[in-house]
């Protein structure tokens, strides 16, 4: 016994000790940084008084009564910390009722002191044992409720401070049970009693440790998963009777071994099964199912979607993946990803919300896919998927990365007047069921309002392009035309030094320099007007191997750009819109190049197609850059650039019949491939279009 009773001292120290270091660091855990250190300072004071006055005194009682409402204080700071004490009706009445009945408790226990009669007393004691039962009970769904109201990432802060709550009113619901139905203390439980702080203080101290996130309140229903809570403790304090009735009936020394045993496994089930996940889930689709019509408080869900999309500030997520938290949000959905059209009308990875990185291919759907969900808004359970429930369905529509994935669950379109703006893919929930209609509409609905979000984002985006292009032409058309007049007048002057230059020489020299001032100047002229304007012109075939030696040698005095030879081959385009184009990748490679380091220019035959490769050893780009900005108008990385080059490169490429590819890795270098039609092939192709409108 005193083995056991030192646990009371040990106690008292450590919490001590964790009081001052929590006026040390107040910050640590908030604004109930007070109220915690008053409420382990009283447990401290509680474990000294046993010691000095026994387990049995009335200074213990009287202490252990404060302990109990500065634990009450605690608990309804951590509810007031994101307003839940004013949001959530039924919680101030029920921090006032305990605080009554605590109350009531101080008076049996003062009333007690002057009573001599024997039977009187135990009258008292056995009434405050009752009070002390009921407290814990309410005091237990109060911490059920600050745990399960929270939302999944700030349950993680809360999970400390609950956990040592939950130990101490389960400890004392079991505790006073056994007194309550053997009549007297059981010295070994009590003794016991005063290792609680002592666990209280070890959990306090890795909540106090690890990093704290506000609260983020997302009700569900509150008030019927407080009534459900209350029903399950009522059935566990049940059994806790039906049990001990069962151990009375046991004689001998074996009966206080079997009553310990009994609260230990008791108390460490009702530990570890309450706060799971898994249980959480069980206990809001059985609530929800037994006690209302409807799955789904329209109401709550709407604002909680509502707070979702509207928030601000420099924390807040970008839209994309706030859209996907929203319709997470919905199912209880830990995760997912949102997929979005790309030029080729597939649909790619464009943001992630807590999934872990993962290769998503490109592209994550493909067209017949992408059709199918913009035809039919259907909304693909993928457990009735892989269990071969496919009717209706098209032919490859779940790819292998996401038939193979067990956490995808399910597959819901954002429809935007009927045009397909993305794809989220949900991961499954804790507590996983089969979707019904209830939850087919509401997702369907909350996916209608989100895609009206990302067209929004997409116009405004749109109109932003669109007003510095309109700023970019004002700007090439005052150049174009100030440029023009200097064209003009050079010109004729050319023309009147033929004329009235009597000196040869100077005549010579002067048809010299203006001619070829002239020349450059309308060459730059061609090249600024030349923009949208050459898809009406034929292509010709133009060889490769020439071209890129020209563009080694214009820079041979700036960086060093190396030439892989290889059998000349014909392309067909338009020189000058190619030039240009090789010239401006080239330029970006040598930019993003080190001076030691050369520029590689490649061409090679590649079925039926010219292959040609500018490739640097520069410092690369993120996946995120290339998706994002590398090929978007005015997303410039060079200082005062217009950062228009690389999506004119690939718009003059896309206009001659080719496309335009980059891989990229960061600290390793870029490599752009231009893919453009053979001479021959490309002649041969007009031929045949020529015959068949002939025939026609």
């Given at each position: ?34 109220p ?26 009287l ?40 109350f ?141 009735q ?26 570890i099964?309450?706060p ?72 790619v ?68 007047y009927?045009?397909l703006?993305g ?71 050319a023309?009147n ?23 450059k ?7 600024l ?113 217009f ?10 490429i896309?206009?001659?019949?080719g ?16 893919r ?21």
């Amino acid at each position: 016994m005193a083995v056991l009773l030192s646990g009371y001292l040990i106690s008292a120290i450590a919490g001590l000790v964790l009081a001052g270091w929590l006026v040390t660091r107040r910050g640590t855990i908030g604004a109930v940084s007070r109220p915690m250190g008053a409420a382990i300072v009283l447990s401290s004071m509680w474990a000294i008084s046993v010691l000095a006055f026994g387990l049995t005194a009335a200074t213990g009682h009287l202490l252990f009564s404060l302990v109990n409402l500065a634990w009450l204080w605690v608990l309804y700071g951590l509810f007031a910390q994101d307003g839940r004490h004013a949001s959530l009706g039924p919680i101030r009445p029920v921090v006032l009722s305990l605080t009554f009945v605590e109350f009531l408790q101080i008076a049996i226990t003062l009333t007690g002191i002057g009573t001599a009669e024997v039977s009187a007393a135990d009258e008292l004691v056995r009434a405050g044992v009752s009070i002390r039962l009921l407290f814990c009970a309410g005091a237990l769904v109060l911490v059920h409720n600050l745990y399960v109201g929270a939302s999944p990432a700030n349950r993680l802060a809360l999970r400390w401070p609950a956990a040592a709550l939950a130990v101490l009113w389960v400890y004392e619901l079991n505790y006073n049970t056994i007194v309550y139905l053997g009549g007297d203390v059981p010295l070994l439980l009590a003794a016991l009693r005063g290792c609680v702080p002592l666990a209280m203080v070890g959990l306090l101290t890795l909540g106090a440790m690890s990093k704290n996130g506000q609260q983020a309140f997302r009700p569900s229903r509150a008030f019927a998963f407080q009534s459900f809570s209350l029903l399950l403790i009522g059935a566990y304090f049940l059994v806790m009777v039906v049990a001990f009735q069962g151990l009375t009936a046991i004689d001998g020394d074996f009966v206080r071994l079997a009553q310990l045993a009994f609260i230990a496994v008791a108390s460490a089930l009702a530990l570890i099964v309450l706060p799971s996940r898994r249980m959480r889930g069980w206990l809001r689709v059985t609530a929800t199912k037994h006690l209302f019509q409807h799955r789904y408080d329209y109401r709550e869900e709407w604002l909680r979607f509502t707070r979702t999309m509207g928030g601000g500030g420099p924390e807040v997520l970008p839209l994309r993946e706030r859209a996907v938290q929203a319709l997470a949000d919905i199912t209880d959905s830990p995760a997912g990803l949102l997929l979005t059209p790309d030029e080729d009308g597939g649909l790619v990875l464009a943001a992630r919300w807590q999934w872990q990185d993962e290769h998503v291919p490109a592209p994550a759907l493909d067209e017949t896919a992408a059709r199918f969900f913009a035809d039919s808004e259907y909304i693909v359970d993928l457990d009735r998927w892989r269990l071969g429930s496919r009717e209706g369905l098209p032919q490859g529509l779940v790819p292998d990365w996401l038939a193979g994935d067990e956490r995808a669950w399910a597959l819901v379109p954002l429809l935007h007047y009927e045009r397909l703006l993305g794809v989220v893919v949900l991961a499954r929930p804790p507590h996983a069921r089969t979707l019904d209609w209830e939850d087919f509409d509401l997702l369907r609905v909350i996916g209608r309002q989100l895609a009206s979000y990302l067209a929004e984002q997409a116009s405004h985006d749109a109109l932003g392009e669109a007003l510095r292009f309109e700023e970019f032409n004002r700007r090439i058309a005052f150049v174009m035309h100030d440029i023009k007049n200097l064209a003009s007048q050079l010109s004729l002057l050319a023309r009147n030094a033929e004329r009235h230059a009597d000196n040869p020489d100077f005549r010579a020299d002067m048809l010299v320099t203006l001619r070829n001032s002239a020349d450059k100047l309308n060459a730059l002229l061609q090249r600024l007007g030349r923009y949208g304007a050459q898809a009406g012109e034929a292509a010709g075939a133009v060889s490769i191997q020439p071209m890129l030696r020209g563009i080694a040698e214009r820079y041979r005095l700036q960086h060093a750009v190396l030439v892989n030879e290889g059998p000349d081959c014909k392309v067909s385009a338009h020189p000058e819109a190619l030039e240009q184009a090789l010239i401006h990748l080239v330029q970006n490679a040598v930019d993003a190049t080190e001076s030691g380091l050369p520029v590689m220019l490649e061409a090679r035959r590649h079925d039926g197609d010219v292959a040609i490769e500018i490739v640097d050893s520069g410092s690369g780009m993120t996946p995120e850059f290339i998706r994002t900005r590398l090929f978007k108008p005015f997303h410039s990385s060079k200082p005062g650039g217009f950062g228009i080059g690389a999506f004119e490169a690939r718009e003059t490429i896309r206009a001659m019949g080719g496309r335009l590819d980059v891989e990229s890795h960061e600290g390793l270098g870029t490599r752009f491939t231009i893919r453009l039609p053979l001479a021959e092939r490309a002649a041969l192709r007009r031929m045949m279009q020529e015959h068949e409108a002939k025939v026609a």
